[in-house]
């Protein structure tokens, strides 16, 4: 369940959702934890994941940064497959909506290739389409 469309959520909202997924203080957790908490806001977009009672279960952090002005660095932590098939789904759709300059159809198959990846790593036998030609 993600953030009902229409309903506004400010980052520094997220950020407080978020806080008790990370362990800000934990080297394995600190690359995740620096961009979804303290990297600047006005660069950054939190993506977020609730179960059925609301409560936050992962995010994407989607940050801009001054290696490559236009690709952002993603970072991610959900709890299952399809919470990050439904996170990024969320993502890719604002992102679209957001970079204009970027067409469609990459971001679809950005979608394809993330959800195949995924697949592959918890070794479900999930089948994706092909691209023709």
């Not at 978020?18 to 934890?33: F, G, K, Y």
């Not at 995010?59 to 439904?86: W, Y």
């Not at 204009?100 to 950005?110: E, I, K």
Request: proline letters at 6%.
């Amino acid at each position: 369940m993600s953030v009902p469309v229409g309903k506004i959520v400010s980052i520094h909202a997220q950020r407080t959702q978020v806080r008790r997924l990370l362990d800000d203080s934990s080297p394995a957790d600190a690359p995740t934890a620096y961009y979804a908490l303290f990297h600047d806001p006005a660069r950054s977009a939190l993506f977020t994941h609730a179960d059925e009672k609301g409560r936050v279960t992962g995010f994407v952090a989607v940050c801009q940064t001054g290696i490559d002005l236009f690709r952002p660095l993603l970072t991610l932590q959900c709890p299952d497959a399809e919470s990050a098939a439904a996170l990024l789904g969320q993502m890719t759709h604002m992102m679209v909506e957001l970079y204009n300059d970027r067409p469609q159809v990459q971001g679809l198959w950005l979608v394809i290739g993330l959800v195949t990846a995924m697949s592959l790593m918890d070794g479900s036998e999930h089948h994706v389409a092909q691209p023709a030609g």
